[in-house]
């Protein structure tokens, strides 16, 4: 009984490993030559982009992640890459950059806050103010 107990203990630990996002087949990268292929192929053999570059709509990227979980921890991430692809103005592959985890940038959010105008009012002061203002409505 206490093997069992044991067993189901560990499995629990187990990592869970997620995939996302759409992962090119190296076979299919290597095939890449700029120039010789447009847009249309590319949607082909790789699919609709993960996402395209808002300033400029000729650049495409493809991105996966893969992460483990471990019960209750924070998802880890094992691995990650990102197939960027320029287009020329004629809409050909004009230029093939691939990113791994490796060479991720580490963005900082801004922690700061709006300044309003006005009145910083206490609990005190609001319900003060409204009987105030129920006061007048009555006059």
Not at 105 to 112: L, N, S
Request: glycine fraction near 8%; include cysteine; charge should be positive.
């Amino acid at each position: 009984m206490a093997i069992a107990v044991l067993l189901f203990a560990v499995a629990g630990c187990a990592a869970r490993v997620q995939l996302r996002g759409n992962e090119p087949d190296p076979e299919k990268l290597a095939d890449l030559k700029a120039g010789d292929i447009g847009k249309n192929e590319i949607l082909e053999i790789f699919g609709s982009p993960s996402s395209v570059d808002v300033f400029d709509g000729d650049v495409w990227y493809y991105i996966s992640e893969r992460t483990e979980t471990v019960v209750f921890l924070a998802p880890e991430v094992k691995e990650r890459l990102v197939l960027s692809l320029k287009f020329d103005k004629k809409g050909l592959l004009a230029k093939v950059k691939l990113i791994g985890k490796e060479g991720a940038k580490v963005v900082e959010h801004i922690k700061r806050t709006t300044p309003t105008f006005g009145e910083k009012l206490t609990v005190l002061d609001q319900i003060l103010g409204n009987f105030q203002r129920f006061k007048n409505k009555k006059e």
